[in-house]
């Protein structure tokens, strides 16, 4: 196969973000909502540039020190430029978009002004603030005092300052101050209530300049915004001394000192100061040096405040309850009754968080399994599992320490469970532990009953507000059995185990994959039905993309629901015209992972935790789980359905990467999501 019939990842996935920004850019979408979601965008590029454009530049190095040639289509050096290029125009849009936003506000009575902006009684408040709050807080650095450039610090954002004087004999000096965002916050709202003002904490600095720098004898300041990315690659030693823990410690500590991989600047910035700047952090053009407005970090602007108005921002819909779970019932009776599926946000997390508890208390219960990608600040999950430790039940926790920019939180939870007499253990080397596993033994009648959850999302209480993620929790003695195995394998990866049931990468997820598509494909040259219908968040690996398109060949109907990056081009005559693909970006962040396969009539459904790229398929430990109770397929081919059927924020996946939504004239709008919400909540209403 030619790599023209494939989309670059990188491209594709700045064309999901681009998706991001057009929620920013639609007047549909409430206000604040639309602010939010220029801080998506940004903390989304971010991450890109910090892991993305940092492995692209980590390639170019190996290429500029090899002698061999590179089997891609298009050089590392080419795609970085294309980057570039793309991520230069988005800016532009994004600025506008910003702009456009802020005079949206105005109309709401919402005004943000900067320092220059100020009356008197505004002036005096600022002062006030700045004195008071801010100043003690800044660590101004004059630039001509010092022989290393200050090391700037990843996710900050920083004033590059600018100082003259009408006086010819004083020369024009540099300066630095990191902006603290972290200790302050960004937002500084006024106390009026007729109108909302609120002023930028970079802008309460630019005001505060004169009082900074009053030893000196300047006349003018300058203050240009400037943030530099760099790349979150962890270096991992390899000295046996030191346990795997101490060795992440140690890489996330030294992740400050990664190489830039991005500098965004005030494309306003005087020449000379900007020049000074390149010089003095060695960049050149590879770091890709990106003009930007006066803002920069609008991740922070995620936490945008509403002010009080409702209207401007969605509708808070409250998770709802699962039918089948009632107040005083156990939930091991629940379960025993049949398969649990719960679906988040639209179903409550809690429901999982008290079955946790519950098992922490039972006394039937005498051991608790479960692994641990990412989980919330003041995690419940964590709180249920010392209780159960504390309880004497045998914990075993299995946490990814390289959970990347979780490292931090994962290393102090490690440590507390273990001072609780939990277990905890740290995977295979090599091998990251993304699946998202349970396993809660308990004595009935005598003999061990295991009890298995497997979810495609984080056990994150705080993420599942906001991500759609589907969690099957079962009694089933098959599937139970082989997360038993899973665990085992954690632990003693000595041991090798087949799986009947489960699909667990590395080993066993890309053959049934394969052999799943083959009986599609056989299926279809009978001429019998034959289809297909993933729900994923990317789709990147070139041999499953081979695949698909062997199986459109053959004649098999392939319908594709992809957050983020994908390769795969459909609706390619020759290629892949039976293939349809669309992305939805609303209100949840779709992170369910789906497949159904026709298998002649016969259904099959399974939920995962991996996506289709070669990481997760070879590289990862990950689980694709079979739901077997016809109940909870027709479920899960309900979610598919509306989802395809969405004609609201669902764009097309083509060529063009152009993003074009999928409405059909005359047709009734259907919004997923919203489709969703309405068919649990009368779910929940019917259960009494």
Request: aromatic letters at 10%; zero cysteines; charged letters at 20%.
């Given at each position: 196969m030619k790599n023209k019939k494939l989309i670059n990842r990188e491209i594709s996935w700045l064309s999901f973000n681009e998706r991001v920004l057009q929620e920013a850019a639609d007047q549909n979408v409430p206000i604040v909502e639309r602010i939010r979601f220029l801080g998506i965008f940004s903390n989304n590029l971010d991450e890109f540039f910090k892991v993305r454009v940092a492995t692209i530049k980590r390639m170019i190095d190996v290429q500029a020190n090899s002698k061999s040639e590179t089997s891609f289509r298009e050089t590392p050096k080419e795609i970085l430029n294309q980057i570039q290029q793309i991520v230069i125009r988005q800016q532009k849009k994004f600025e506008s978009t910003y702009q456009e936003l802020r005079n949206e506000l105005i109309k709401e009575r919402i005004i943000i002004i900067d320092e220059k902006q100020l009356t008197r009684k505004k002036e005096e408040f600022v002062n006030r603030y700045f004195i008071e709050q801010?100043?003690?807080?800044?660590?101004?650095?004059?630039?001509h005092n010092v022989k290393d450039f200050p090391n700037l610090k990843d996710r900050s954002i920083y004033l590059a300052i600018k100082m003259s004087s009408n006086n010819p004999k004083i020369e024009n000096e540099y300066a630095i101050?990191?902006?603290?965002?972290?200790?302050?916050?960004?937002?500084?709202?006024?106390?009026i209530r007729t109108r909302k003002y609120l002023i930028l904490l970079d802008d309460v600095i630019r005001y505060g300049l004169k009082i900074v720098f009053s030893q000196f004898h300047f006349d003018h300041f300058e203050a240009f915004t400037i943030k530099l990315t760099r790349?979150?690659?962890?270096?991992?030693?390899?000295d046996l001394s030191k346990s795997f823990l101490e060795k992440i410690d140690e890489s996330v500590l030294n992740r400050s000192e990664g190489q830039p991989v991005r500098f965004v600047y005030d494309e306003k910035m005087s020449k000379d100061l900007l020049t000074y700047l390149i010089h003095r952090l060695n960049l050149d053009e590879d770091d890709n040096l990106i003009p930007g407005g006066r803002y920069h970090n609008f991740k922070d602007f995620m936490k945008f405040p509403n002010l009080g108005k409702k209207h401007l921002q969605y509708e808070v819909q409250p998770s709802l309850d699962h039918p089948r779970i009632q107040p005083g019932k156990s939930l091991f009776e629940v379960i025993s009754e049949k398969d649990l599926?719960?679906?988040?946000?639209?179903?409550?997390?809690?429901?999982?968080i008290n079955w946790l508890r519950e098992a922490s208390m039972d006394p039937k219960v005498t051991s608790v399994k479960t692994t641990l990608y990412r989980v919330a600040n003041d995690s419940a999950v964590i709180n249920a599992l010392i209780n159960a430790a504390l309880n004497g039940k045998n914990v075993t926790v299995n946490i990814e320490l390289q959970a990347r920019f979780d490292e931090k939180s994962n290393i102090f939870w490690s440590k507390r469970l273990e001072e609780v007499g939990a277990k905890v253990t740290f995977g295979i080397r090599g091998l990251k532990v993304h699946s998202k596993l349970t396993l809660i033994s308990r004595t009935e009648n005598g003999r061990t009953v295991n009890y298995a959850a497997i979810g495609t999302g984080n056990f994150h209480e705080g993420t599942a507000h906001v991500y759609s993620d589907l969690l099957l929790i079962t009694k089933d003695k098959y599937i139970s059995a082989e997360v038993w195995k899973v665990f085992d394998f954690l632990h003693n990866t000595f041991k090798n185990y087949s799986f009947k049931y489960l699909m667990v990468s590395p080993n066993y997820q890309r053959k049934r994959l394969?052999?799943?598509?083959?009986?599609?494909?056989?299926n279809a040259k009978k001429?019998?039905?034959?289809?297909?219908?993933?729900?994923?968040?990317?789709?990147?690996?070139?041999?499953?993309?081979r695949k698909l398109y062997l199986a459109n060949n053959s004649g098999v109907k392939i319908k594709l629901i992809v957050r983020g990056t994908c390769s795969l081009i459909p609706g390619i005559q020759g290629q892949s015209e039976n293939i349809e693909a669309i992305s939805i970006v609303d209100k949840y962040l779709e992170h369910s992972r789906i497949f159904v396969f026709c298998n002649g009539g016969d259904e099959l459904y399974f939920i995962s935790s991996a996506d289709w790229m070669t990481r997760n398929i070879d590289n990862r430990i990950e689980v694709s789980a079979p739901v077997f109770d016809k109940e909870l397929q027709a479920e899960l081919r309900n979610i598919l359905d509306v989802q395809l059927s969405d004609n609201v924020k669902s764009r097309i996946i083509d060529e063009t990467q152009s993003n074009h939504y999928k409405k059909v004239i005359g047709e009734k709008l259907i919004r997923s999501q919203a489709e969703l919400y309405s068919y649990y909540k009368k779910l929940s209403e019917g259960k009494n």
């Open positions: 801010v100043l003690p807080v800044l660590t101004p650095i004059m630039l101050i990191e902006v603290p965002t972290e200790r302050l916050g960004r937002f500084l709202l006024f106390p790349d979150a690659e962890l270096d991992i030693d390899n599926l719960l679906h988040f946000p639209y179903q409550k997390f809690n429901h999982y394969n052999a799943m598509i083959d009986t599609e494909i056989a001429g019998l039905p034959a289809f297909i219908i993933l729900k994923v968040n990317s789709l990147v690996d070139t041999d499953m993309i």
